[in-house]
């Protein structure tokens, strides 16, 4: 069986956390090696997952063994090592968001186009099935029409010196937890946003925004709203609204692999609990993304495109204080 050898650029939490231990179930791809800025942290990783290390992202990219990296770092240093990594021909699934401004994705994007190289955005919710089983209810008619979509991700303050609260790496809430509602919201509603208004809070010793919300405006007469923040009690969720009934999803983004998540269906005269299987959403994500270099598919940019630029948009709103025409956002 032909497998896809990925490295991986960066020695994040999340790696050691969940992405060593979804490896163990996927066929398809294999880990070879691990960089990091700290030369002892990967080669402690390394030996206590049995693959290789670097003593630098670039020795990684050079090595004609590798053909995929996964990118973990902060969001502001996401551009520098897409491109990189795409003019070494490596194919990218990063961490998302995938950078603090449309230009940068527009650049990385087209960077990967020109080298022929698939860049993924790594929003591993998508790829969990109780997010299936909601757009299911929707076309089965179970909630009638659909009119709005609600979400909210946020948690407690961070440790003094984590990247999310330092600009340069990109950080802020929007970038970070922010990313998960809107995206969300694009995958329900199964549109694209007509204008935004967004609402960010300041921390004045961090200079990045903390907390905020946006109004989302969709085709149809549908909208959006979302929440987010560092300064919250922690919340992971998104209900859909409609015309005869109500979707409730309770852990919605970041979810245990462990986890049957529950999702609540509100009618007039009724509420039902829906159980859905656990899953292990990264496992899904990597499994589809080794799939794609496997099979050769049809590199498809678009939804990348689409989620900069709803994102930029909500920083431009913010900025000036006004709604914005996602359509102006070039």
């Known amino acids: 069986m032909k497998v896809v050898n990925i490295g991986i650029i960066g020695c994040a939490d999340v790696v050691e956390k969940h992405i060593f231990s979804a490896f163990n179930s996927i066929k398809n791809g294999k880990i070879i090696t691990i960089a990091s800025r700290d030369s002892g942290k990967a080669r402690t990783l390394a030996k206590k997952n049995n693959c290789e290390y670097e003593k630098s992202y670039d020795d990684i990219l050079e090595r ?3 053909d995929a990296v996964y990118i973990p770092l902060p969001i502001g240093l996401h551009q520098e090592w897409v491109i990189r990594a795409a003019k070494a021909k490596k194919h990218i699934i990063c961490e998302k968001s995938l950078a603090d401004s449309f230009s940068a994705v527009k650049e990385m994007v087209n960077t990967c186009q020109k080298n022929k190289v698939r860049l993924y955005e790594d ?8 997010h299936q089983r909601v757009l299911s209810l929707i076309s089965e008619d179970t909630i009638g029409d659909v009119h709005s979509f609600r979400g909210f991700f946020g948690f407690p303050p961070l440790e003094e010196g984590n990247f999310r609260y330092i600009k340069s790496l990109g950080g802020g809430s929007l970038n970070d937890a922010g990313a998960y509602p809107v995206f969300m919201s694009r995958k329900i509603l199964q ?11 300041y921390d004045k010793k961090h200079y990045v925004d903390i907390q905020g919300s946006a109004y989302i405006e969709f085709p149809q007469n549908k909208i959006a709203f979302v929440g987010f923040g560092f300064n919250n009690m922690y919340q992971n969720n998104y209900s859909v609204w409609g015309s005869t009934g109500l979707i409730n999803v309770e852990r919605a983004y970041s979810i245990p692999d462990d986890m049957k998540p529950q999702m609540t269906l509100l009618k007039q005269d009724s509420t039902q609990k829906i159980d859905v ?24 940019y678009s939804s990348l495109l689409s989620q900069a630029r709803v994102m930029e948009a909500l920083r431009v709103s913010s900025k000036e204080d006004r709604k914005v ?3 102006s956002i070039k």
């Open 277 to 300: 299987p656990p899953a292990n959403h990264f496992t899904l994500i990597f499994t589809d993304f080794f799939n794609s270099i496997l099979e050769k598919r049809k590199i498809d």
């Open 191 to 201: 549109l694209e946003p007509l204008s935004v208004t967004c609402n960010l809070v």
């Open 123 to 130: 929003f591993m919710c998508n790829y969990h099935p109780q």
């Open 64 to 66: 004609d063994d590798i």
């Open 325 to 327: 025409k996602v359509a």
